[in-house]
């Protein structure tokens, strides 16, 4: 059975400030969701939140790129815009950066992850969620999984991953894309996914099927809108078993809590740490960057589920060291590594002072 599993978030408002999602915005997407589940549209749907965001899971038979899937997020986004400005929410619209839906939801704001896949006998798909940080965010992990033996020993083991992964890398800033094998060319795929702020990783296809594994959202707010209007926040899905890595697999390079771009305004450098649904409500300086995980089982298209996969005492490790490190960054602060280098502060107060000062700067005499 082919099915279509789409991923759409945005954030239309922020409760209180950018840490929270307010659950009357989360009934309001269940409300129009389940209207179009029963109407046909969808075969079944999930709404969660990451943080401030707004996550809509979905299954369909409409394939990628959808016009009447994406209207119908866009539609749900618009809906929950006007009762988040009614309970006064912050940031309300935020990443709707369009008036009016224009065929597809690309390039107006709102993440999208999406799938198109031959069901099979079993499907257990993992969905990551962030909340304050940038599309690059899932580089490293999406690396171990697919390409390190010391994490996914799959790769060694399992005639089925044997033959490894392609990783297809998005250049955000100039549009371009190229994809690259491992294991044989994994120095040259790091030289690119090793720059997380310009390079992501939109998808991974099993070289042995050429099934797609996994697939993120890739959209730059700042890139789109030519200001700062909030982090990214991305999404990503995962296939699990059989020729793909196993569950544990794939959560497990989360289990190390690596730095991010995102954080206070977008323009810091903080640990990703890892926490059950109920726990993603990034306070501490908007942070530190979040990442949720709901676990399916696929079933005719049917969402079995979900499991909060990192509800687990077996990442409180991750989120104290994320933690030690949030007080170590947070040190640091105005200051570089903890602030982001001035070329990815291009979209804030930046330019302004820049101009504001030029005529004071001198030529130094050599």
């Known amino acids: 059975m ?24 989360l009934a309001k997407a269940e409300e129009c969701l389940a209207r179009h589940k029963k109407s046909g ?11 401030d965001d707004l996550q809509l899971i979905m ?5 990628e790129e959808n016009e009447e899937i994406h209207r119908l997020a866009w539609d749900t986004f618009v809906e929950g815009t006007k009762l988040a400005k009614t309970l006064g929410l912050y940031g309300a619209g935020q990443d709707l950066l369009s008036d009016a839906f224009s065929g597809n939801v690309k390039g107006m704001g709102p993440g999208i992850a999406e799938m198109e896949i031959e069901e099979r006998k079993s499907e257990p798909v993992l969905i990551f969620m962030a909340d304050k940080t940038s599309s690059g965010a899932w580089n490293m992990p999406l690396y171990k999984m697919f390409a ?48 997380p702020g310009r390079y992501a990783v939109k998808a991974v296809y099993s070289r042995a099927t050429g099934e797609i594994a996994a697939v993120s959202s890739t959209q730059r707010l700042s890139l789109i809108a030519g200001r700062y209007v909030g982090k990214d926040d991305p999404v990503c ?5 059989g020729v793909f890595p196993a569950v544990g697999e794939v959560l497990e390079p989360f289990a190390f809590p690596h730095l991010v771009e995102g954080w206070m305004r977008g323009s810091h450098h903080g640990p990703f740490m890892p926490v059950s649904v109920a726990d993603s409500i990034p306070s501490r300086f908007d942070g530190p960057p979040r990442v949720t995980c709901l676990g399916f089982q696929l079933t005719e298209g049917k969402l079995v589920g979900p499991r909060d996969m990192f509800a687990d005492i077996s990442f409180d490790n991750a989120r104290q060291q994320a933690n030690d490190v949030a007080d170590y960054m947070r ?29 004071r700067f001198e030529d130094l005499q050599e």
């Open 2 to 25: 082919k099915i279509t599993l789409s991923v759409i978030k945005a954030d239309i408002g922020g409760y209180v400030g950018h840490s929270e999602s307010h659950p009357d915005i």
């Open 41 to 51: 549209l969808l075969v079944d749907y999930h709404v969660t939140k990451c943080g």
């Open 59 to 63: 299954t369909h038979q409409r394939g």
């Open 148 to 195: 390190d033996p010391f994490n996914s020993i799959g790769l060694v083991i399992a005639l089925s991953m044997h033959e490894g992964f392609s990783f297809e890398v998005h250049d955000v800033k100039d549009h371009k894309k190229i994809t690259l094998n491992s294991p044989e060319e994994i120095y040259d795929l790091l030289i690119y996914i090793g720059a």
């Open 237 to 241: 899905i995962v296939r699990s078993q």
């Open 331 to 359: 040190r640091h602060g105005p200051f570089e590594p903890h602030r982001l280098p001035l070329e990815e502060m291009e979209y804030t107060t930046m330019p302004e002072i820049a101009e504001k000062l030029a005529f």
